[in-house]
T-cell receptor
C-alpha cells in the first residue's frame, strides 16, 4: 500500500514549456486535491476533484489544468510555465470530507 | 469564506520544554479544525482534528489542541518537546457544509525549532 505518490519529485522547466504532474493513490479515495506551497503562504488549493471525471477550481487555478480520467489518478498540467509557478506541489486524497492524505510533493522550478 | 491566522511564524524551544502554537480562524459557518505537521522535505501528516464533541482533542506524538468557539481559536500544545518535533506545523479549517467538499484553508505555518 503506497498511499499517495507523486511523479516526478523534482523538475526544472524553462518559461513557456509545458509539463504534467501525476498523482496516484491506491486507497480508493473519492476526493483528490492539488495544492501549491510557497514560503510564508501555507498551502493553497489549485484544483480538486470529487470523483472520477469531475474537477473544480480552487483558490489559485489560473495557469493550471487538471484531469481525472481514472479514480486513482489526478493529473495537474501546466500549459505554458511561468516563473511565478515555481513552487512545491502537493497532491492529497480523501475518503471522506474531513481527512486528507498527502503525497511527498513535487519541487518545480521555472527559469 | 474562511481564513486562518497562525500568530507565530517561528517558535524556538528547548528540548523537554513545553510549546504552544497559536491558531485563530474566521468563518461565517461552522468549521472542522485540523493541525498538520510537515517534517523537512516531506508531505503533510495529520496530527489531530476537531470535528465535534469534547473541545480538548488529543493527537499523535503527545500533541493536543483545544477548540475555543468564543475566541475562534484552536491552539496546539505539547508539554515536553523532543528534537524530533522540529518541523513546520499548519493549522487548517474546512467548512462544515456539503458543498465545501472537504477543501482545506491553511494558515501560513509555524516553524518549530527544538534545540538541546
Amino acid at each position: 500500500n503506497a498511499g499517495v505518490t507523486q511523479t516526478p519529485k523534482f523538475r526544472v522547466l524553462k518559461t513557456g514549456q509545458s509539463m504534467t504532474l501525476l498523482c496516484a493513490q491506491d486507497m480508493n479515495h473519492e476526493y483528490m486535491y492539488w495544492y501549491r506551497q510557497d514560503p510564508g503562504m501555507g498551502l493553497r488549493l489549485i484544483h480538486y476533484s470529487v470523483g472520477e471525471g469531475t474537477t473544480a477550481k480552487g483558490e489559485v487555478p489560473d495557469g493550471y489544468n487538471v484531469s481525472r480520467l481514472k479514480k486513482q489518478n489526478f493529473l495537474l498540467g501546466l500549459e505554458s510555465a511561468a516563473p511565478s509557478q515555481t513552487s512545491v506541489y502537493f497532491c492529497a486524497s480523501s475518503p471522506i470530507l474531513y481527512e486528507q492524505y498527502f503525497g511527498p510533493g513535487t519541487r518545480l522550478t521555472v527559469t | 469564506a474562511q481564513s486562518v491566522t497562525q500568530l507565530d511564524s517561528q517558535v524556538p524551544v528547548f528540548e523537554e520544554a513545553p510549546v504552544e502554537l497559536r491558531c485563530n480562524y474566521s468563518s461565517s459557518v461552522s468549521v472542522y479544525l485540523f493541525w498538520y505537521v510537515q517534517y523537512p522535505n516531506q508531505g503533510l501528516q495529520l496530527l489531530l482534528k476537531y470535528l465535534s464533541g469534547s473541545t480538548l482533542v488529543k493527537g499523535i506524538n503527545g500533541f493536543e489542541a483545544e477548540f475555543n468557539k468564543s475566541q475562534t481559536s484552536f491552539h496546539l500544545r505539547k508539554p515536553s518537546v523532543h528534537i524530533s518535533d522540529t518541523a513546520e506545523y499548519f493549522c487548517a479549517v474546512s467548512a462544515m457544509t456539503t458543498d465545501s467538499w472537504g477543501k482545506l484553508q491553511f494558515g501560513a505555518g509555524t516553524q518549530v525549532v527544538v534545540t538541546p
